[in-house]
């Protein structure tokens, strides 16, 4: 479960090392939930958009740690920088209303294959397999949680006040950015 929670930078030591503050491993995991949450809604809503994330990712997560279908990294780690990418721009023009969950829940399709690589290097016997993956699927959605339980309330209040929005459309522009430069680097 804890490996879960890593992966996606929600641990503390993902934060902090020996050697002081570091931006943590799965900052691109958090960009992109972070870019969801900007493109607005009320807090059940993006609960409602961060749950089809979850059923997207926990699907392929599935079907990856079971063999069954395994993609290779090289394709699926510039898939997810453009899906930051893609998701971060939907929410600089303010044109994700209605349809976020789907998007996010077809984004998490391949999001779950990414996630599938950490739990593919544990190098799991087989009948440890799906207690494994019951158990990082949590994690990762724990971690998810509070993600979205930090960042959600600041995003929200941004949101309400129409004076903050540039500071909204800047928080966009620049996971825009960093998805674009992730897919570069990536490919």
């Known amino acids: 479960m804890w490996t879960g929670v890593e992966h996606i ?53 599935a079907l990856s740690a079971l063999d069954i279908a395994r993609p290779p990294a090289a394709l699926i780690e510039p898939l997810i920088a453009l899906s930051i990418a893609v998701v971060a721009a939907e929410a600089f023009a303010g044109r994700f209303e209605g349809h976020r969950w789907k998007v996010a829940a077809g984004f998490g399709l391949v999001h779950g294959f990414g996630f599938a690589t950490a739990l593919h290097q544990l190098d799991l016997a087989a009948g440890a397999v799906i207690p494994a993956l019951f158990g990082y699927n949590l994690g990762v959605e724990l971690g998810q949680i509070t993600i979205v339980l930090i960042a959600a309330p600041l995003i929200l209040y941004l949101q309400r006040h129409r004076r903050y929005h540039p500071i909204v459309r800047g928080l966009a522009a620049a996971i825009f950015v960093a998805g674009v430069v992730w897919f570069v680097q990536r490919l």
């Open 9 to 61: 930078g929600a641990a503390p030591d993902q934060w902090h090392g020996a050697s002081g503050w570091k931006l943590p491993d799965g900052l691109d995991h958090i960009l992109f939930l972070v870019a969801l949450m900007l493109a607005g809604g009320t807090l059940f809503r993006i609960l409602g958009i961060v749950s089809g994330f979850t059923l997207g990712h926990s699907i392929t997560l």
